[in-house]
């Protein structure tokens, strides 16, 4: 067992870092504290990250810097080694796959016109395409024969989600940012919506950062859980490392109001 942890400890070691920021700091006008304060990580590649904390804690702020949605006051961001100020914030945004809760489908497009959207910029060729969004309509549990002709006022809310979650996917983007996607969801859509995609991230072996203020969410999908509040990092690490040894006392509370004491499974 001990040389079996110590092989695991290696290849984590060994992994390349996907996302770094460096002392980011960003305070909007108007508001009376930093959004980001003095914010330092460092996220392996293939980790999928929740980030976790209270409304306007700064969940969201930190994940639209990262395709340059948003520009830091001060310091640095890297994705991949590579510094995102010296990127052409469009072409970053097409590396990078991006879902909010508002899904964003164009109404006057069907669903593979949708999905088609970053292949027809990239000039793929028209076959190539039509294989993919059928394969990302199964990847995300939709029969491209039904669904590929219809239009978005034509679906579910849990299915529009899931065009969604397609089109971001579908050229492949080493880093995948996920704002709130299911919050508008019902239960039941959700829970099936979270369980495909931990799927998709386990079979593709990419970077996932996945806000949400759904602590039993956070604990689901994430490998790693970031908990931010008032700008700052609280902590960084696995769900059993933070329901064991929480760094603070808000992260005690925030484990409190979901019922969810030390050695409590989720």
Known sequence: MLRENST???????????????????????????????????????????????????????????????????????????????????????????VIQQVGLFPHMTVKENISTIPKILKWEKKKTEQKVDEMLRLVALEPEEYRNRYPAQLSGGQQQRVGIARALIADPPLMLLDEPFGAIDAINREILQTELKKIQEQSGRTYLFVTHDIREAWKLGTKVLVMNQGKILQFASPQEIQAHPADEFVEELLRTADMGKGENV
């Open 8 to 98: 695991k400890a290696s290849k984590n070691k060994d992994r390349k870092i996907a996302v770094e920021l460096i002392h980011v700091e960003k305070q909007f006008p108007g508001m009376t504290g930093p959004a980001l304060d003095d914010v330092n990580i460092r996220i392996a590649e293939g980790e999928f990250v929740t980030v976790l904390g209270s409304s306007g804690c700064g969940k969201t702020t930190l994940i639209k810097m990262l395709n340059r949605l948003c520009e830091p006051d001060r310091g640095d961001i890297l994705l991949f080694g590579e510094n995102i100020r010296e990127q052409n914030p469009v072409l970053l945004r097409r590396k990078t796959g991006y």
